[in-house]
Nanobody
Framework: HVQLVESGGVSVQAGGSQKLSCQVS????????MGWFRQIPGKEREAVAR???????QYAGSLEGRVTIFRDNAKNTLNLEINNLKAEDTGMYYC???????????????????????WGQGTQVTVS
């Protein structure tokens, strides 16, 4: 049973940086399609960044240039660093995952939120 636990959410001043971490248990992170998502108050959950099936980072347009996603295989975590935080970045940040499909069979890690079946409880980022 895969469990995801996010951490690192805090209140920060605009212009600052923050690192979020998602601890994976019940599986190995590299065997999962994983990504970071966020939900801004009053808006639907949106993708922030993900690791594709070839282990390359893929970034959504809204934060591209200000975020870095990376997996730490030794710690079995998926991490997200956000730079130059803005007030509009305030929201709940979630880690999502689903079992990685077979690359040999043409599988890929989707950017569609509906594909992600495992979710953490979220970590709040507040920028003032």
């Amino acid at each position: 049973h895969v469990q995801l636990v996010e951490s690192g959410g805090v209140s920060v001043q605009a212009g600052g940086s923050q690192k979020l971490s998602c601890q994976v248990s019940g599986s190995t992170a590299r065997r999962l399609c994983m990504g970071w998502f966020r939900q801004i108050p009053g808006k639907e959950r949106e993708a922030v960044a993900r690791i594709d099936i070839n282990d390359r980072p893929q970034y959504a347009g809204s934060l591209e240039g200000r975020v870095t996603i990376f997996r730490d295989n030794a710690k079995n975590t998926l991490n997200l660093e956000i730079n130059n935080l803005k007030a509009e970045d305030t929201g709940m940040y979630y880690c999502g995952a689903y079992p990685k499909p077979s690359l040999a069979l043409g599988g890929y890690c989707s950017d569609r939120i509906s594909e992600y079946t495992y979710w953490g409880q979220g970590t709040q980022v507040t920028v003032s």
